[in-house]
């Protein structure tokens, strides 16, 4: 019941404090995280190398769906932990590493390395070096829309929401703008480790998820590939506690 409590306190004020973020400190890590990752990758954004391993409007639609499963997984895994989990010890490992993660992540290292995110980068700062992506991504919102009204890009809707809801200082549920570290990726790091003691295997699939979270966070523009780097660092150390 403790744990439990502690990380519902935990989400309720996730969001307000994620929002704050921005306001008190703008995005000033950005530019670095963009000039290392292009030092590193020989002059190129790790986007575009996504897009080449990935090209084409449904493998995108694709890497999009791990983002909305991420919701889904995330949400089953704790109430599996709770309420069906017979093992005490892996039940409260997994929900205190879980609540650190927000913490750790989500509240601390967010603040501390407070940054944006590729697909906001030229709303912040008037820099069109991301531009290229964003236009891809409208290109694939373009054809899926043509395809179906129910295949669109959303993290495209997502993404404005989010801005909307930045310069309106709105701390609704949900809002708030933050890339560093990707606490998607550290999420669904601690639930593909989590999973091993259960079993192996469906560790292995786990760790699949993991990493196809990691590319479609890059790939969409949520983050710069050292967010994922670094979330999955934190989460071994979390996990290892």
Wanted: with cysteine; proline share 5%.
């Amino acid at each position: 019941t403790t744990i439990f409590a502690s990380w519902f306190l935990t989400m309720l004020v996730f969001s307000p404090f994620k929002a704050m973020i921005g306001k008190a400190k703008g995005f000033p890590l950005d530019p670095y995280l963009a000039a290392f990752e292009r030092a590193a990758l020989g002059g190129h954004d790790a986007w575009t190398i996504t897009h080449a391993i990935f090209p084409g409007p449904w493998l995108t639609f694709g890497l999009q769906l791990f983002y909305i499963l991420w919701f889904i997984l995330m949400w089953l895994s704790v109430i599996a932990c709770l309420v069906y989990s017979k093992n005490s010890v892996l039940r409260a490992r997994y929900v205190i590493s879980f609540t650190l993660c927000w913490i750790g992540m989500g509240v601390v290292a967010a603040y501390m390395f407070a940054s944006a995110g590729p697909c906001f980068y030229q709303r912040v700062f008037g820099d069109p070096q991301f531009q290229p992506l964003m236009a891809e991504q409208h290109r694939v919102d373009a054809y899926l829309g043509s395809v179906s009204p129910y295949l669109r890009l959303f993290s495209l809707n997502v993404q404005d929401w989010l801005w909307q809801n930045h310069i309106q200082k709105s701390q609704v549920l949900g809002s708030g703008i933050s890339a560093m570290p990707s606490l998607h990726v550290g999420i669904a790091s601690l639930m593909a480790l989590a999973s091993y003691p259960i079993d192996p295997k469906l560790g292995w699939v786990m760790s699949v998820f993991a990493f196809g979270v990691w590319i479609a966070s890059i790939h969409l523009g949520w983050h710069y590939a050292s967010d994922g780097v670094v979330a999955f660092a934190m989460t071994l150390a979390i996990r290892s506690e």
